[in-house]
């Protein structure tokens, strides 16, 4: 009897106990027989279940970016935007459960790398802190993301900023001042984003970079929309740049953007020297102005030959 017990045992006790609990149903989906909670399929050992093939248990976290070469933004399957690692008891190996999901963690230290950026944390604000501004230890969890930058106004990047968002900013965006401490880092900043052409208002996006708008201020080339004077295109300030628009006979016209003072006014081309033409400009109604690129020098298109720096006023 005992026997025939033990038998029955192991015939129907075997397949049950080789059957497996879950199975892969692909990246960012709840696999089989997971849950919510749960959702990732994984092997015994704790690595992830791939191939739609089955597994032993359900993990809550697998460490599906780390470790690879690259600091770590993106997030971990099983984690979401507010915790994207997911971490352990001690540091995971590529595709290995986890036990939960944190905010970040203190990948390499500032002490070796001030430039680098810790796993979970976004480049502006790229240090692992926890909640009373401490580091945590390597390789540790922490719960806040900070910047802890300096305005060092070198060539290289500010201190505590990575190299693709370089510059340490205030909040608004502005320049802290040399060896300030700012609040975020960013791709760029007011003093790297002006052109030093008034006719436009630049701005820095912090993530995308330097961009400029038409402010209005230079009405001499709003109608150059037709045509080209070749490279560069019309600009409105610096004396190596040409506007264009159109001769007083309608034709259109391509002249240095130079100074308003010692022009010889016209009336029209029959009026100016040879190799220039009249023009009505930013500098007022009518005078002889060079063709941009031509050959005559632009001092004898003046009466005094005395250029006296660049305008947009004409004044």
Partial sequence: MRLSSILFSLLFAGPAAAQTTCRDLGQWVIDQRCTEEKPICVYRNGGQVVGGNRGHHCALCINSQQPNRFWQVDLDEGCDFDARVCVGRRPLAANVEGTACA??????????????????????????????????????????????????????????????????????????????????????????????????????????????????????DANAVDWQCGDPFPFCSGVEFCLCDVDTEGAPFCWPNVSCEGLVECTSNADCPESTRCASTCCGEGHCLPECGGEIPFEEARVDGQPSGPTTTGK
Avoid: W
Wanted: hydrophobic fraction near 20%.
């Fill in 103 to 220: 905010v970040c963690v203190n990948s390499i230290p500032t002490t070796i790398d001030a430039n680098d950026i810790d796993d979970g944390c976004p480049p502006e604000a790229p240090i692992c802190v926890n909640d009373d501004g401490s580091e945590p230890p390597l390789r540790k969890p922490g719960t806040k993301c900070i910047a802890d930058c300096v305005d060092t106004g070198y060539n290289e990047p500010d201190i505590g900023c990575p190299r693709n968002y370089p510059y340490c900013v205030l909040e608004d965006g502005s320049d802290p001042g040399f060896q300030s401490p700012g609040v975020k880092c960013s791709v760029c900043s007011p003093s790297v984003c002006d052109d030093g052409n008034p006719c436009t208002d630049d701005y820095c996006d912090p993530y995308f970079g330097c961009y400029s708008v038409d402010n209005g201020s230079c009405v001499c």
